[in-house]
Structure formats: structure tokens, C-alpha cells
Nanobody
Framework: QVQLVESGGGLVQAGGSLRLSCAASGRTFSRYAMGWFRQALGKERESVAV????????YYADSVKGRFTISRDNAKNTVYLQMKSLKPEDTAVYYC????????????????WGQGTQVTVSS
């Protein structure tokens, strides 16, 4: 069982930066692949970035490549999403998720989810 708590969301102007954090409970955090997903109002959830248990493998949505960076610190049971050059279309609730297996961009493969943190980018 893994419990996830996101933080770091907020209101930022276009072109600005934010760093999201996801703190995980449990002693087996290091074996879980982690992902960031987002859902804008009235839209379906979409994958943003995922990272393998070791951090060696990462995948990104085309819409965020070159602007977002996912990373993890297994000693702190935390995964991060550094977001730069934010755009209004990045506005969404961002969710952290975990799965006991390899990294995949398929959200339905993740068993554990946080409650989400709102990111709002103003133009």
C-alpha cells in the first residue's frame, strides 16, 4: 500500500516555473514506478511524465518535452515535477501516481493515486 500526497501547485504567470512534489508513504517506495498526470476542467486525464523505480528511465508527453523534468529521491520517498516555461494550457489538476512495475504512460496501469494539486497558469 502506498499513500501519495502532492504539493507545490499554485497560480503562476505564463513563462513562469513551479515545482511539484509528491511524498509517498511506505518503505517500498523505491520499487515503484511513479508518474505525473493531469486533468484540465472538462477534459480527460492525460499523462505528463513518468519515471522508473531507479530514475534511469523517463517518458514525457510531447506537449511538455523540454519544459518539464521528472525526478525522484528514493531516500526521501519523493518524486518531483519541475515545470518551466509554463503555458495557460498547462492549467490542470496534477496527480501523482505509483505502480509496482515498470514505467508506463498508461494511467490505468497505476494503482495508487494522490488527491491532486491545482496548477493555474495565467496569460
Amino acid at each position: 500500500q502506498v499513500q501519495l500526497v502532492e504539493s507545490g501547485g499554485g497560480l503562476v504567470q505564463a513563462g513562469g516555473s513551479l515545482r511539484l512534489s509528491c511524498a509517498a508513504s511506505g518503505r517500498t517506495f523505491s520499487r515503484y514506478a511513479m508518474g505525473w498526470f493531469r486533468q484540465a476542467l472538462g477534459k480527460e486525464r492525460e499523462s505528463v511524465a513518468v519515471i522508473s523505480w531507479s530514475g534511469a528511465i523517463t517518458y514525457y508527453a510531447d506537449s511538455v518535452k523540454g519544459r518539464f523534468t521528472i525526478s525522484r529521491d528514493n531516500a526521501k520517498n519523493t518524486v518531483y515535477l519541475q515545470m518551466k516555461s509554463l503555458k495557460p494550457e498547462d492549467t490542470a489538476v496534477y496527480y501523482c501516481a505509483a505502480r509496482d512495475g515498470g514505467a508506463t504512460m498508461r494511467g490505468d496501469e497505476y494503482a495508487y493515486w494522490g488527491q491532486g494539486t491545482q496548477v493555474t497558469v495565467s496569460s
